[in-house]
Structure formats: structure tokens, C-alpha cells
């Protein structure tokens, strides 16, 4: 699933990033990485997606999250 899929207040790991050298650049190097784990703050359609991962707050827009692909943790 994308990371825009993720519900709110749930958590995910990265699995794979996917897009061209300058989204990928971007995203590594605000850490999110394959195999990180991130929580899901917010997730409000038409609204960027707040994520909290490595002790940072990050907010995505929704085009971005298309290319993180992430699965699931269930407690």
C-alpha cells in the first residue's frame, strides 16, 4: 500500500521508494529510508500527510506519498 493509504494514528514501515533522483534525493535525506518505521499523525483528504519518524515531524504531500510504499504494523 502507498503511505497515503496509512490510517491516522497508525504505524508503518517502509518497504520501497519509487521516483525520479530529485524525489529521491528529498525523501532520503529527511531520513525516510526502506525499513524505517514512521507513524501516521494525519491523514485528512486533500491535506498534506504528517508523519512522525527519527524524533521529526514531516509533512508530505499527497503526490509524494504515491511513490513511498509501506506495510502496516499491527500491535
Known sequence: MSLG???ENSD???TAI???TRFMSRITSIGL???CRISVIKNDRNRPLL???RDTMIALNR???TG??????TA
Not at 513511498?68 to 504494523?73: L, S
Open 5 to 7: 493509504e496509512v490510517r
Open 68 to 73: 513511498i510504499t509501506v506495510e502496516e504494523v
Open 33 to 35: 529510508t526502506p525499513g
Open 63 to 65: 503526490k509524494e506519498c
Open 12 to 14: 508503518a514501515i517502509i
Open 51 to 53: 508523519v512522525y519518524s
Open 18 to 20: 519509487d521516483g525520479d
